[in-house]
């Protein structure tokens, strides 16, 4: 058996950055990860990245490949009708960017920090339990040898994933599940190739969406809206071309093709769990909430969770206060439910549904065009994307 201050389940974003977090207020943690080092950081993922993510990178020592290998865009594009339509999120923000930092980047940098300042990571743990979460906290697991553990944290906080261990711990009649199931799903690509723009491309057309973005000066990420049931096998890198291009076409613009070495379907929905406590329990980033990628949330919205909630936790070390522990949720669904609106109206603005009408269709137009003519309009896009000062 063996005491630790904060027992933290999954290695992702959220888990890594609350144990960096803590490390740095003095406060001592243990991570409990089923996958191998190797394969978190080799998964590659979502790029976008936050002014206040950026920020808080920096500000505690693991920004410094960010700063020296992230492409800060200071604005994006949508295209509709054939045209292209930048909104300049510096401008219209104050300065504020976004910075396209692949998410295995970022969990490099974490691990590495962590590591270096003698946190402990247990990977390739397996049958990894949360017990009595309400009254004396436990996390069970065997490790990769074969050794059964048992942690005994003052508190446990789950950073598993949409299908991990913690979210069903949480119990009571106040626990309540929003779901929102979309009806296509994200058909992405891996390509060798160089950047087809200097800023991400969000495009809408009457066969469905497409985004284009950036990974590296040679690799770039793209996607297409399809039926989520397709197949990967039924997609030659000829059709995936001929798709994308169709999809962005217009002021004699086209992608700069390459070979494609990765494809993959992404299903999309939104989900909220709420609380997100039980007893000495808490869930952040995906085992609490999931978002349509339209809006570019998912590992932002993971780190709110834990910058809000690491100040909560040193607060009560520190002066003994359970305020900020009991106002966790609270002050985290504030803006979870803000960047799960965002998140639908990107997605309901740029996607193609089966059961449009024209009028339906002329709406969506209507509603690119105030977005791309109109500054007070376009300010709401920008400043929501760029995201919401954290506090």
Same mark, same amino acid.
């Given at each position: 058996?063996?005491?630790?201050?904060?027992?933290?389940?999954?290695?992702?974003?959220?888990?890594?950055?609350?144990?960096?977090?803590?490390?740095?207020?003095?406060?001592?943690?243990?991570?409990?990860?089923?996958?191998?080092?190797?394969?978190?950081?080799?998964?590659?993922? =979502?790029?976008?990245? #936050?002014?206040?993510?950026?920020?808080?990178?920096?500000?505690?020592?693991?920004?410094?490949?960010?700063?020296?290998?992230?492409?800060?865009?200071?604005?994006?594009?949508?295209?509709?009708?054939?045209?292209?339509?930048?909104?300049?999120?510096?401008?219209?923000?104050?300065?504020?960017?976004?910075?396209?930092?692949?998410?295995?980047?970022?969990?490099?940098?974490?691990?590495?920090?962590?590591?270096?300042?003698?946190?402990?990571?247990?990977?390739?743990?397996?049958?990894?339990?949360?017990?009595?979460? =309400?009254?004396?906290?436990?996390?069970?697991?065997?490790?990769?040898?074969? #050794?059964?553990?048992?942690?005994?944290?003052?508190?446990?906080?789950?950073?598993?994933?949409?299908?991990?261990?913690?979210?069903?711990?949480?119990?009571?009649?106040?626990?309540?599940?929003?779901?929102?199931?979309?009806?296509?799903? $994200?058909?992405?690509?891996?390509?060798?190739?160089?950047?087809?723009?200097?800023?991400?491309?969000?495009?809408?057309?009457?066969?469905?969406?497409?985004?284009?973005?950036?990974?590296?000066?040679?690799?770039?990420?793209?996607?297409?809206?399809?039926?989520?049931?397709?197949?990967?096998?039924?997609?030659?890198?000829?059709?995936? $071309?001929?798709?994308?291009?169709?999809?962005?076409?217009?002021?004699?613009?086209?992608?700069?093709?390459?070979?494609?070495?990765?494809?993959?379907?992404?299903?999309?929905?939104?989900?909220?769990?709420?609380?997100?406590?039980?007893?000495?329990?808490?869930?952040?980033?995906?085992?609490?909430?999931?978002?349509?990628?339209?809006?570019?949330?998912?590992?932002?919205? =993971?780190?709110?969770?834990?910058?809000?909630?690491?100040?909560?936790?040193?607060?009560?070390?520190?002066?003994?206060?359970?305020?900020?522990?009991?106002?966790?949720? =609270?002050?985290?669904?504030?803006?979870? $439910?803000?960047?799960?609106?965002?998140?639908?109206?990107?997605?309901?603005?740029?996607?193609?549904?089966?059961?449009?009408?024209?009028?339906?269709?002329?709406?969506?137009?209507?509603?690119?065009?105030?977005?791309?003519?109109?500054?007070?309009?376009?300010?709401?896009?920008?400043?929501?994307?760029?995201?919401?000062?954290?506090?």
């Amino acid at each position: 058996m063996t005491r630790t201050k904060v027992g933290i389940v999954g290695a992702g974003p959220a888990g890594l950055m609350l144990s960096h977090l803590l490390g740095l207020a003095g406060i001592e943690s243990v991570v409990v990860e089923s996958r191998g080092r190797e394969a978190i950081e080799a998964t590659i993922r =979502a790029g976008g990245r #936050e002014q206040n993510t950026v920020d808080l990178m920096v500000e505690t020592g693991i920004g410094d490949r960010l700063r020296r290998e992230g492409f800060v865009h200071g604005g994006f594009e949508f295209r509709f009708d054939g045209r292209g339509h930048r909104i300049d999120l510096e401008k219209l923000t104050g300065g504020r960017a976004i910075t396209v930092y692949p998410q295995h980047e970022v969990l490099k940098d974490l691990i590495a920090a962590r590591l270096a300042a003698g946190g402990e990571i247990v990977f390739e743990a397996r049958d990894t339990a949360v017990h009595d979460v =309400a009254t004396d906290p436990r996390i069970t697991f065997t490790t990769r040898d074969g #050794e059964a553990r048992e942690l005994r944290p003052d508190v446990i906080v789950g950073c598993d994933g949409s299908y991990g261990v913690a979210r069903p711990a949480i119990e009571g009649a106040d626990r309540q599940d929003f779901l929102r199931v979309y009806p296509f799903g $994200w058909f992405g690509i891996l390509t060798e190739a160089p950047p087809s723009s200097e800023e991400l491309i969000y495009a809408r057309h009457d066969s469905g969406f497409a985004l284009i973005s950036t990974r590296s000066p040679d690799v770039q990420r793209m996607y297409f809206q399809c039926d989520p049931s397709d197949r990967v096998e039924n997609w030659s890198d000829d059709r995936i $071309w001929n798709e994308l291009q169709t999809r962005v076409a217009g002021d004699g613009f086209r992608l700069k093709e390459g070979p494609i070495f990765q494809k993959n379907i992404v299903p999309m929905r939104s989900f909220v769990c709420q609380p997100m406590q039980h007893g000495r329990l808490f869930i952040a980033g995906d085992a609490a909430h999931t978002v349509p990628p339209t809006g570019a949330k998912g590992l932002n919205l =993971a780190v709110a969770d834990v910058f809000v909630l690491s100040r909560a936790i040193e607060s009560w070390y520190r002066t003994g206060s359970t305020d900020g522990l009991e106002g966790y949720s =609270a002050t985290a669904l504030r803006r979870i $439910w803000r960047a799960q609106h965002f998140s639908w109206w990107m997605t309901s603005m740029l996607h193609r549904f089966d059961d449009a009408t024209e009028f339906d269709r002329r709406r969506q137009l209507a509603e690119l065009d105030l977005v791309t003519s109109s500054e007070a309009a376009a300010t709401t896009v920008a400043e929501n994307y760029v995201g919401l000062p954290l506090h």
